[in-house]
Structure formats: structure tokens, C-alpha cells
Nanobody, 124 residues
């Protein structure tokens, strides 16, 4: 069984920064990708960013250049550094993991495991 625990959410003003963390416990090979999704109020869930076991990254166009995804050397913790936050970034952010990074990049398959989410609120 795999568990993902997110932390680091909160409230910031426009232009501010936050760092989210996601730690995977259980039977999660470091080769699995770790990714972030978000769902804003009244919106569909959308992909934010992901990182493969080898360190390859992929970003949604809406966050490219503002957000950075990384993971620790052990491979079990992912970070999402969010800069220049805008009100439209307000959402519940979810961490997820799966085996095939291309599935995440191309949107071919849902991740295998999900975290409970952490709220990010950006005020103008």
C-alpha cells in the first residue's frame, strides 16, 4: 500500500511564493514518477507538474516558468516550488504517483495513487 502526504499549502498574496511537499511511504519504487494536480473552485482537475524517477520534468503551460518540481535523492519526496502566484492558482493541490511517466505527460492513464490534497489560496 502506498500513502502520499502533502504539506505546505496556505494563503499568500498575489506575487507570493509557496513550497509544497509530498512524501510517499509504503511500496513506492523511486523509479515511479511523482506529480502534482490541482482543482480550483468550479473547475476541472488539471495537471500541474511532474517529475520522473530519472529527474525529467513536465509542466502545464499555465505554470511553466513560475513553478518548479523537484524530488529528493531518496526519490520518495517531491517538492513544488511556486513563485509569482496568481489568484487563478488558488486550488486544492494533490500529489500523485504512478509507474509510467509518459502516461502522465500524455494524459493516457490516471496515476496509481493520490494524496489527500493541500489547499493553496492566493488573494489579490
Amino acid at each position: 500500500q502506498v500513502q502520499l502526504v502533502e504539506s505546505g499549502g496556505g494563503s499568500v498574496q498575489t506575487g507570493g511564493s509557496l513550497i509544497l511537499s509530498c512524501t510517499a511511504t509504503g511500496d513506492t519504487p523511486s523509479a515511479y514518477y511523482l506529480a502534482w494536480f490541482r482543482r480550483g473552485p468550479g473547475k476541472e482537475r488539471e495537471k500541474v507538474a511532474g517529475i520522473s524517477g530519472g529527474g525529467t520534468t513536465n509542466y502545464a503551460d499555465s505554470v511553466e516558468g513560475r513553478f518548479t518540481v523537484s524530488r529528493n535523492n531518496a526519490g520518495n519526496t517531491a517538492f513544488l516550488t511556486m513563485n509569482s502566484l496568481q489568484p487563478e492558482d488558488s486550488a486544492m493541490y494533490y500529489c500523485a504517483t504512478g509507474r509510467v511517466f509518459f502516461d502522465f505527460v500524455a494524459g493516457l492513464k490516471e496515476p496509481d495513487y493520490w494524496g489527500q490534497g493541500t489547499q493553496v489560496t492566493v488573494s489579490s
